[in-house]
């Protein structure tokens, strides 16, 4: 047999260990969320539940890789270099779409990446099959697809969808009346009870979804407990409430800690068990193609014409690739960073506390929270003002202890992981296909919503994000579809030279995309860094420095700019621009995340303080504002070859930038010593500043006039004049702001 499908096999297990990882960073987030959210534990022990849990799961996996070798085609009808092309496409389109949503940060179901992956792939090659044979040599399209199951998969979805968000919802709410935020004495009442009740949805979570097609839990056994499902779960219900009434009061364990890591465990190992396929079902598949193709050549056949039904037989996956796969997985676990930005965005979306929002506000969002608003005010006013007032009393606002940086409470962490458990545990008993990742992600916005965590200040930004998120999972199905029947189809029709062409462009996206992730998170990180010490004096340090930095990159961006102004430099223009804006980006983020928690972490007696901060914060934001406005404007105009600056204009700005740059240098230094004895020097540099500044804006004046300069030109001019203006009037407010200060803090100091 050629070479050339043994070099196929060798491309199909490095994209399965490569998808392994980008699958796990995608599907983490379903069974990490509630942990990580709650800061149930140390992260560490967070993972090692999580490591448990997958390990277990991949050992007892079985009976669900026929997914990939005959659920969704017909391999009867395909020969096997139609069935290699169809997996290599798939495994390409799989690794680098989840990689796609992994480095933005969104979740996706992995079980739909690979069904319609399979099924574009093989829809294509049928069609390239029936095109380019004669027409009594095959049959129609519906006799290669398996349309049965694609239709399943997508009413399994929009049912998922709304039923895991009520559920969620619904439970929540009566979770929270039950237990309020402050539920330590409720927990003393009811919290054996409710240990025992989510305990018993997990455990039948676990055996049900987990373990039902492993050889851990005999079928005999499955079959008991499913013809005795009701006494079964009493008999759990039952023992595991006395259990957790044990380890309460006579050994004082945390009952709720107990809950979400089992709860967490147990999603690890049924995403392992079930979802494993998702990411080496096609590579074993493939094995298991090349070794019928082997047998069969060397018994004298022509593989060119063999079909591969024989895939259609049952199969048993080596306990060896099982192992080495959930070591893959495991390591993906603690060592991906795209895990965490995943992670991120579930738990961002249903944090307790304002902050930081990713997505920002649609107009499909405002006109939901319009909606929800005008909804809520009927349904209360037509409620007893007595039931109001309760169910008010039951939802008082969360105080975050300072040291507890949980995103939300316990509670709602257990309420997550039980109802996801018992939904997708009720849907298998039902034989009905659902995505793990649709349910755990709507339950988590579910119960968000209903805990109040969406309020007037994020709700808009909340909602934005959930419909991004589920606007993804359909383009999912859409996008998976689509790339996996263009890229079937270059295979097909260009045989080893496409495939040495995807191959090459499957590696340089997978390396634009880690850089782009890197980049990603470096900006994010700049912009939600908040500061940890908020004494006097670190605040005071931390002003100056930041004054530093902005005015030593603002001089520097400022005189590059008209540099490449005077080259009528497109290239180095944009990257000007794409610096100030980075620059501006930041200082917008400080001023809108970071500002106010930092005064409320301030001390009381420390209003001064405060107010200087506040004035430095905006000071450099406006500064920043007035830089990226001269870079866009600049690089905008030799971008569209516009006729460049006259010698006049030129040389009107090369002095105007000489006086500015002479203005924050002397500021700079005043700001860095705290020695004003130059303020009034400095002062009488930025009126001749000013005037320099009506000198420049007359002189143009007297070119348009003269028709010197063109109306692009002009404004252009007028624009880089102004808004340097602008620059210099808020480097001459921080240093009064900067004076008033220290003169503030000498005379406290006198007076102690």
Same mark, same amino acid.
């Given at each position: 047999m050629e070479n050339y499908y043994l070099f196929i096999i060798i491309v199909l297990v490095i994209l399965a260990i490569v998808d392994l990882t980008v699958g796990v960073a995608n599907d983490a987030a379903n069974f990490l969320n509630s942990a990580v959210g709650s800061q149930v534990s140390s992260r560490w022990l967070i993972l090692g539940v999580a490591s448990l849990g997958v390990l277990v799961g991949t050992l007892t996996s079985s009976g669900m890789m026929e997914i990939a070798r005959s659920g969704v085609f017909h391999p009867a009808m395909f020969t096997f270099h139609d069935v290699m092309m169809i997996f290599i496409a798939v495994m390409i389109c799989d690794v680098l779409l989840l990689d796609m949503y992994n480095t933005f940060g969104l979740p996706t179901s992995t079980t739909v990446s690979l069904i319609f992956e399979?099924?574009?792939?093989?829809?294509?090659?049928?069609?390239?099959?029936?095109?380019?044979?004669?027409?009594?040599?095959?049959?129609?399209?519906?006799?290669?697809?398996?349309?049965?199951?694609?239709?399943?998969? +997508?009413?399994a979805i929009l049912a998922s969808v709304v039923i895991a968000f009520i559920s969620g919802s619904i439970i929540m709410f009566i979770s929270r009346i039950i237990f309020t935020f402050r539920y330590k004495r409720s927990l003393i009442k009811f919290g054996a009870m409710w240990g025992g009740l989510c305990l018993t949805a997990i455990v039948y979570f676990a055996i049900f979804k987990g373990l039902k097609n492993s050889t851990i839990v005999s079928k005999d056994v499955i079959h008991l407990i499913s013809s005795n499902i009701g006494f079964s779960l009493l008999i759990c219900f039952v023992s595991l409430t006395g259990l957790m009434a044990l380890l309460q009061f006579l050994f004082r364990v945390s009952i709720l800690k107990i809950i979400v890591l *089992?709860?967490?465990?147990? /999603?690890?190992?049924?995403?392992?068990?079930?979802?494993?396929?998702?990411?080496?079902?096609? *590579?074993?598949?493939?094995?298991?193609?090349?070794? +019928?193709?082997?047998?069969?050549?060397?018994?004298?056949?022509?593989?060119?014409?063999?079909? &591969?039904?024989? /895939?259609?037989?049952?199969?048993?996956?080596?306990?060896?690739?099982?192992?080495?796969?959930?070591?893959? &997985?495991? /390591?993906?676990?603690?060592?991906?960073? @795209?895990?965490?930005?995943?992670?991120? *965005?579930?738990?961002?979306?249903?944090?307790?506390?304002?902050?930081?929002?990713?997505?920002?506000?649609t107009p499909a969002s405002r006109a939901l929270v319009r909606s929800t608003r005008a909804l809520h005010k009927k349904v209360t006013a037509r409620m007893p003002g007595s039931v109001n007032r309760f169910i008010d009393s039951r939802f008082k606002p969360w105080k975050v202890p300072k040291k507890n940086q949980a995103s939300f409470d316990l509670i709602r962490a257990s309420v997550n992981l039980t109802v996801a458990a018992l939904l997708i545990s009720i849907a298998t008993s039902f034989t009905l296909p659902l995505s793990t990742t649709y349910v755990t992600f709507m339950?988590?916005?579910?119960?968000?919503?209903?805990?109040?965590?969406?309020?007037?200040?994020?709700?808009?930004?909340?909602?934005?994000?959930?419909?991004?998120?589920? *606007?993804?999972?359909?383009?999912?199905?859409?996008?998976?579809?689509?790339?996996?029947?263009?890229?079937?189809?270059?295979? &097909?029709?260009?045989?080893?030279?496409?495939?040495?062409?995807?191959?090459?462009?499957?590696?340089?996206?997978?390396?634009?995309?880690?850089?782009?992730?890197?980049?990603?998170k470096k900006k994010q990180v700049e912009v939600e860094e908040s500061p940890v010490d908020v004494k006097k004096s670190a605040i005071v340090e931390k002003c100056k420095e930041d004054v530093y930095r902005v005015f030593e990159q603002i001089t520097r961006v400022?005189?590059?700019?008209?540099?490449?102004?005077?080259?009528?430099?497109? @290239?180095? /223009?944009? @990257?000007?621009? @794409?610096?100030?804006?980075?620059?501006?980006?930041?200082?917008?983020?400080?001023?809108?995340?970071?500002?106010?928690?930092?005064?409320?972490?301030?001390?009381?007696?420390a209003v001064n303080t405060g107010h200087y901060y506040v004035q430095v914060v905006s000071y450099l934001y406006e500064a920043s504002k007035s830089l990226m406005n001269i870079t866009k404007s600049s690089f905008e105009y030799i971008d569209n070859n516009h006729k460049g600056l006259s010698e006049n204009q030129l040389t009107d700005l090369e002095n105007l930038t000489q006086e500015v740059s002479s203005v924050y240098e002397g500021i700079v230094n005043m700001l860095r010593t705290s020695d004003f004895s130059d303020f009034e020097r400095i002062l009488a540099k930025r009126d001749n500043v000013f005037d320099l500044f009506v000198d420049n804006i007359k002189a143009q004046i007297k070119r348009v006039k003269e028709k010197e300069s063109s109306t692009r030109n002009s404004i252009l001019f007028l624009d880089l004049v102004n808004e340097t203006k602008a620059m210099v009037l808020q480097a001459r407010n921080l240093m009064k702001a900067q004076r008033l200060f220290v003169g503030f803090e000498e005379g406290q100091k006198a007076i102690s």
């Open positions: 399979l099924l574009g792939a093989a829809v294509f090659v049928a069609l390239y099959k029936i095109w380019t044979s004669p027409p009594d040599a095959v049959g129609i399209l519906v006799n290669y697809i398996n349309t049965a199951k694609a239709l399943e998969m +997508i009413t *089992t709860g967490t465990g147990a /999603l690890a190992l049924a995403f392992a068990g079930n979802d494993l396929v998702n990411f080496i079902g096609v *590579t074993m598949a493939g094995i298991s193609s090349y070794e +019928i193709a082997s047998d069969y050549a060397a018994s004298g056949g022509s593989i060119d014409a063999m079909t &591969m039904g024989a /895939l259609a037989k049952p199969v048993s996956v080596n306990t060896f690739y099982l192992f080495a796969a959930g070591v893959v &997985m495991i /390591l993906a676990l603690w060592f991906s960073k @795209k895990v965490r930005t995943v992670t991120q *965005t579930g738990v961002n979306l249903s944090r307790q506390e304002e902050g930081i929002e990713r997505f920002g506000s339950v988590a916005m579910g119960t968000s919503l209903s805990d109040r965590a969406w309020g007037r200040e994020s709700a808009v930004y909340r909602i934005s994000g959930v419909l991004t998120v589920v *606007t993804g999972w359909f383009l999912t199905a859409l996008v998976a579809f689509s790339a996996a029947a263009i890229v079937a189809i270059l295979l &097909m029709w260009g045989g080893k030279i496409s495939l040495t062409v995807l191959l090459a462009v499957c590696v340089l996206l997978l390396v634009q995309s880690s850089r782009l992730h890197k980049k990603r400022y005189s590059e700019t008209l540099n490449g102004l005077a080259s009528e430099d497109p @290239k180095r /223009l944009k @990257k000007l621009y @794409k610096e100030a804006k980075e620059l501006y980006e930041l200082e917008k983020g400080r001023r809108n995340y970071e500002m106010l928690p930092t005064l409320l972490k301030l001390q009381e007696d």
